[in-house]
């Protein structure tokens, strides 16, 4: 069993900047695909951004280029530094890690990670 805990969150401004992070525990975090979803009342989990265990990442075409996904597999951490936030990436941000190597399905899927978070609100005021 995997457990992940999200902090980091909080209120900013637009513009602004925030570095949300996820400690996992178990022993076979190296091995484990990680990825970041968030999600607004009355609406499905989106997608933000994935990094394997390899260390490659994707990112969804709404946060390329201001998100940056890393991992510090020493600490069984993983980090979004969120820049030029906007007003829409208001949303509860949550963690998920799968069991292994691989993603049971399409990476942009929530149904492809094993394990999540509670989830860490970000609220970005215009």
Do not use: H
């Amino acid at each position: 069993q995997v457990q992940l805990v999200e902090s980091g969150g909080g209120l900013v401004q637009a513009g602004g900047s925030l570095r949300p992070s996820c400690a996992a525990s178990g022993r076979t975090f190296s091995r484990q695909n990680l990825g970041w979803f968030r999600q607004t009342p009355g609406r499905e989990r989106e997608f933000v951004v994935t990094i394997r265990w390899s260390g490659g990442a994707d990112y969804s075409d709404s946060v390329k280029g201001r998100f940056t996904i890393s991992r510090d597999n020493a600490k069984n951490q993983v980090y979004l530094q969120m820049n030029t936030l906007k007003a829409e990436d208001t949303a509860v941000y949550y963690c998920a890690t799968t069991d292994g190597q691989f993603y049971y399905g399409d990476y942009r899927e929530p149904s492809a990670y094993n394990y999540w978070g509670q989830g860490t609100q970000v609220t970005v005021s215009s």
